[in-house]
């Protein structure tokens, strides 16, 4: 799956507690992004990242924030995690933000109790 | 907000048939973007088309796009079983990251 690793696959958790899912890419690509895919939908976007230390905001980043510190990892936070975030995760790399392909890992399953 | 919007939302066919989906999006784009989601797994990129090309063709696949009605179809010709799958448009607005549709899901009965 075009080198990228989401950590943990599966995860389940207490309400009110920080959670943080890890992104590992392979490929060197600059852009990395953090996706959440519900029933009803579909995918969106909740942070991306254009280089080491630049980060920028999705469509759904209110409860969320990311770090990039090497181009390798990128890390999504949920500070205080809500049953509203309960979701399969995703993330995705690309050379660019919109002109070529995304390359998906397969996914972070997150329960919140 | 969603940009694209993909038609119909499910659609079951069978094996040997030929498959459309439909997508629609909201305002002007530099690309459009197919992908395909397997139960359980990430997308997979199948196709893009630049803004400025009307049709493209991928193995089984054929890609038309018309910016004039901002639609696009994604059309798989002999299907099979293994096409199965949850199919997503993705588009681009203006180099900002890639605003995905509700998604497809086809069902391909053998």
């Known amino acids: 799956d075009a080198g990228i690793t989401q950590s943990p696959r599966h995860k389940v958790t207490e309400t009110g507690t920080p959670v943080t899912l890890r992104c590992h890419q392979t490929?060197?690509?600059?852009?990395m992004y953090w996706y959440r895919q519900d029933p009803g939908h579909g995918l969106r976007l909740i942070h991306y990242?254009?280089?080491?230390?630049?980060?920028d905001k999705g469509e759904v980043s209110d409860g969320y924030s990311v770090s990039r510190s090497k181009t390798e990892d990128f890390l999504l936070t949920l500070e205080s995690a809500t049953s509203s975030q309960t979701s399969v995760y995703f993330c995705?790399?690309?050379?660019?933000?919109?002109?070529?392909?995304?390359?998906f890992g397969n996914g972070t399953r997150l329960t919140v109790t | 907000s969603q940009q694209g919007e993909e038609d119909p939302q499910a659609l079951s066919i069978q094996e040997g048939e030929n498959a459309t989906m439909n997508c629609s999006y909201k305002?002007?784009?530099?690309?459009l973007q197919w992908y395909r989601q397997n139960s359980g797994r990430g997308l997979v990129h199948l196709i893009l088309?630049?803004?400025?090309?009307r049709e493209k063709h991928s193995g089984r696949l054929r890609v038309t796009l018309d910016t004039s009605k901002k639609s696009s179809s994604l059309l798989i010709t002999a299907s099979r079983a293994a096409d199965t799958a949850s199919y997503f448009c993705?588009?681009?607005?203006?180099?900002?990251?890639?605003?995905f549709g509700k998604g497809t899901r086809l069902s391909v009965i053998a």
């Open positions: 305002t002007s784009i530099n690309n």
């Open positions: 088309i630049r803004s400025n090309e």
């Open positions: 490929e060197n690509h600059r852009y």
């Open positions: 995705a790399i690309s050379e660019s933000p919109g002109s070529s392909p995304l390359h």
């Open positions: 990242s254009y280089g080491v230390k630049d980060t």
């Open positions: 993705a588009t681009e607005p203006g180099n900002t990251p890639l605003v």
